[in-house]
């Protein structure tokens, strides 16, 4: 399973890990064009043909970014794409996404569910104003991860054993 580390110049949430790739609806968007999101953040290209549908969670938060309040009410739908893109073959978009790595789908349940203190994660992250990449072995901890309730991450990656 794959995930990514959020830049650390992010208004929200900077430095954690998240789910990758994610975005926000522009108004009168679809979902279908959404699929944007997967060739900024990490150079893929898919079809939305090619997504497994995995949930629709609906979310509520508040908090501060750039010194002003916020309240954030979202849908998240969430898919999953089979890909077997080599991480060194991403292209990174440097204004969101520091990282992306590869870690056991087991093993990364077991961290959300308590069970495992911290996983082993393989990746690459950006090394320089150049898109260049270099390949890095991490250990990750739930608490790393953008803070919501960690039964959304169980269920999403629960939903993703069927996709493998």
């Known amino acids: 399973m794959r995930f990514q580390l959020r830049q650390a110049g992010k208004d929200t949430n900077p430095g954690c890990f998240d789910i990758t790739a994610a ?14 999101e997967l060739e900024e ?5 898919a079809s939305f043909e090619q997504l497994i549908p995995l949930a629709q969670i609906r979310e509520e938060a508040s908090g501060e970014a750039n010194g002003s309040l916020f309240i954030d009410r979202e849908v998240s739908d969430v898919f999953g794409l089979v890909s077997e893109v080599p991480l060194t073959s991403l292209r990174l ?20 569910e308590g069970s ?12 320089g104003q150049d898109g260049s990449l270099t390949q890095v072995q991490r250990s990750v901890q739930a608490s790393q991860f953008v803070p919501r309730d960690f039964s959304y991450y169980t269920s999403v990656l629960r939903a993703l054993h069927g996709c493998t």
């Open 41 to 45: 953040e990490l150079g893929l290209t």
């Open 116 to 127: 495992l203190a911290s996983v082993s994660a393989s990746g690459v992250e950006l090394s």
């Open 93 to 112: 978009q440097p204004e969101e996404v520091a990282g992306v790595y590869e870690a056991d789908l087991d093993e990364l349940i077991a961290l959300f």
């Open 23 to 36: 975005g926000h609806l522009a108004a009168g968007e679809t979902i279908r064009e959404a699929m944007r």
